[in-house]
């Protein structure tokens, strides 16, 4: 049975990966994603395991020193990681885990595990990624400012990704996501490894 391989998906805040994922994810039990951890209290209707894993502050503390996670970070007094547990787990199933997750923990990753795949996700332009921003009605004015000025430079290190998809529609984005994927299991290792069973 192959192993799966570990993907990255980054991109600024408006240019749809969640829904992009949502339609990736449809149909599929080969894929896994995977679900991060938080010391933050659960919301109304967030359940344990499927939205977060909702882990108490000093037992996150003692995963650090454990090296348990694949990225942590701390924002607005809470912790968030990866476990790698479930990736691992996840991955000697033969699912692909998919990573939804900003550029800093995906530097952290692929220092870990350069193996690691990175697929950028863009707008097709400033004007699109400015009319979605606006569209969903949560941001004033001047946060989807602020919001355009931190997906500029986002996109400037976009160039360290593996690949780069535009988001220009869902079914456009869906399927070069899967073309990248299925290219990615067909790197002569992997394949030399299943013919000769090593």
């Given at each position: 049975m192959?192993k799966g391989?570990?993907?990255?998906?980054?991109g600024p805040?408006?240019?749809g990966?969640s829904?992009?994922?949502?339609?990736?994810f449809?149909?599929r039990?080969?894929l896994?994603?995977s679900?991060?951890a938080?010391t933050?209290?659960?919301?109304e209707?967030?359940?344990?395991?499927?939205?977060?894993?909702?882990?108490?502050?000093?037992r996150?503390?003692?995963?650090i020193e454990?090296?348990a996670f694949?990225e942590?970070?701390e924002y607005?007094g809470?912790?968030?990681?990866?476990?790698k547990?479930?990736?691992?787990e996840?991955?000697e199933?033969?699912?692909?885990?998919i990573l939804?997750?900003?550029?800093?923990?995906?530097?952290?990753v692929c220092?870990?595990r350069?193996?690691?795949?990175?697929?950028?996700?863009?707008?097709?332009?400033?004007e699109e990624?400015?009319?979605r921003?606006?569209a969903?009605?949560?941001?004033?004015p001047?946060?989807v400012?602020?919001?355009l000025?931190?997906?500029k430079?986002e996109?400037?290190t976009?160039?360290d990704?593996?690949y780069?998809?535009i988001?220009d529609?869902?079914e456009n984005a869906?399927?070069e996501?899967?073309?990248?994927?299925?290219?990615e299991?067909?790197?002569?290792a992997?394949?030399?490894?299943r013919i000769?069973?090593?």
């Amino acid at each position: 049975m192959k192993k799966g391989k570990t993907f990255i998906i980054s991109g600024p805040s408006g240019v749809g990966k969640s829904t992009v994922l949502r339609a990736l994810f449809e149909g599929r039990d080969d894929l896994y994603f995977s679900v991060s951890a938080t010391t933050r209290a659960a919301r109304e209707g967030e359940v344990d395991g499927r939205d977060y894993h909702f882990i108490a502050a000093d037992r996150f503390r003692a995963m650090i020193e454990e090296e348990a996670f694949l990225e942590y970070a701390e924002y607005v007094g809470n912790f968030y990681g990866t476990p790698k547990k479930y990736v691992d787990e996840a991955m000697e199933a033969g699912r692909d885990v998919i990573l939804d997750i900003e550029i800093q923990g995906a530097t952290q990753v692929c220092a870990k595990r350069p193996e690691t795949v990175r697929i950028f996700i863009a707008p097709p332009s400033w004007e699109e990624l400015e009319r979605r921003l606006t569209a969903r009605g949560t941001d004033t004015p001047e946060k989807v400012q602020k919001r355009l000025l931190r997906a500029k430079v986002e996109m400037e290190t976009a160039y360290d990704y593996d690949y780069f998809v535009i988001n220009d529609t869902v079914e456009n984005a869906v399927k070069e996501l899967r073309a990248i994927m299925c290219a990615e299991h067909c790197k002569p290792a992997e394949r030399m490894n299943r013919i000769l069973k090593k």
